[in-house]
Structures are given as C-alpha cells and as structure tokens.
C-alpha cells in the first residue's frame, strides 16, 4: 500500500486500484497530549519560576518545589500518551477503519462495509462546517445522499491533504 495523504487522524492509501480513506483514530489522543503538554508547561515554569523569585522566602520555595514535582505527573501521561499515538499512527489499517473505498477499476465509490454508494461520476466531494469544531470537515455528496467522510481537527490537521488525494481518482468538487 501506497501512502497518498494524512491528516486529521486520517490517511488515504492506494492498493492496487483502490483508494481507501482510513480513520487511524488519533484525533482523541492528540488532544489528550496537548492537554497533557499544557498541564505539564504550566506547572514546570511556574515551580521553577517561584524556586528563583522565592529565595529568602521559604512559603515561596515550598510551593516551587511542590509545583515542580506536580509537573512530573503530568509529564509521565504526556510520555506515554505520545508513544501510543506513535504507536497507532505506524499500525496498519484494520477493516474497521475503513471509511470510504473508491474503486478505480470498477468506477464505483464504497463505504468502509463494502456497501456501494454510486459511480465515480455521480458523486461529488464537498468541504463541510461541523457544529463542533472551526475546523472544516469532508463529505461526499451521492446519489443516496450525504456522506460524511473525515472530520477536520485544529489539533491533527485539516482535510485538504485528503481531499486531494481523493480527487486524483476522478472524484469531482463542488
């Protein structure tokens, strides 16, 4: 397989004359590690910044040394939290991952369970407001209606990466 694009917890491969859109999953734990790296920031520099402003003050030195150390917990999830995501971002693509299949040889578009959404023709990608995020989402318009395909992130990325991938397989804008 023949990666094309990634983004957005996404990645758009290419097997053989398939185009498959995958969900990897990683939207939740990249937000879990900003939080994390936040938490672990915040509490690092202000410990150290009382540790220098509090000599000769020991309440000062206490609270820096307390926040210091309370900077450590944090800082172990956000180390584990960033070898999962490394670890699910190299996982290959499990079948329920799958999102969208776009057969090149049979002109067909496909839903992750094999169900066929209409030709190649007949369907449009379009870029779509979520009601959760500022970020733009992908879909599908077909002839059975509208598909939504990845959902942007401000975290992991935005879904141009795959929409260009996707439209290298004829799939038209709108």
Do not use: H
Request: net charge positive; charged share 20%; glycine share 12%.
């Amino acid at each position: 397989m023949e990666e094309l694009a990634r983004s957005a917890g996404y990645v758009v491969v290419r097997d053989g004359r398939r185009l498959i859109l995958a969900d990897l999953g990683t939207r939740v734990p990249a937000i879990a590690i900003f939080v994390a790296g936040l938490i672990t920031v915040i509490l690092g520099i202000n410990g150290v910044a009382n540790l220098v402003l509090g000599i000769g003050s020991s309440w000062r030195l206490v609270l820096g040394a307390c926040l210091l150390a309370g900077s450590a917990g944090p800082g172990v999830i956000l180390a584990v939290l960033i070898r999962a995501f490394r670890r699910r971002r190299k996982a290959p693509i499990r079948p329920d991952q799958v999102a969208c299949i776009v057969d090149l040889e049979r002109r067909l578009v496909l839903l992750g369970d094999g169900s066929e959404l209409g030709e190649i023709d007949a369907c449009r990608l379009v870029r779509v407001l979520q009601f959760t995020s500022s970020s733009l989402g992908l879909a599908l318009d077909t002839p059975r209606g509208r598909v939504a395909l990845a959902r942007g992130d401000p975290f992991s990325g935005s879904v141009k990466p795959l929409a260009a991938a996707l439209a290298t397989s004829g799939l038209p804008w709108k």
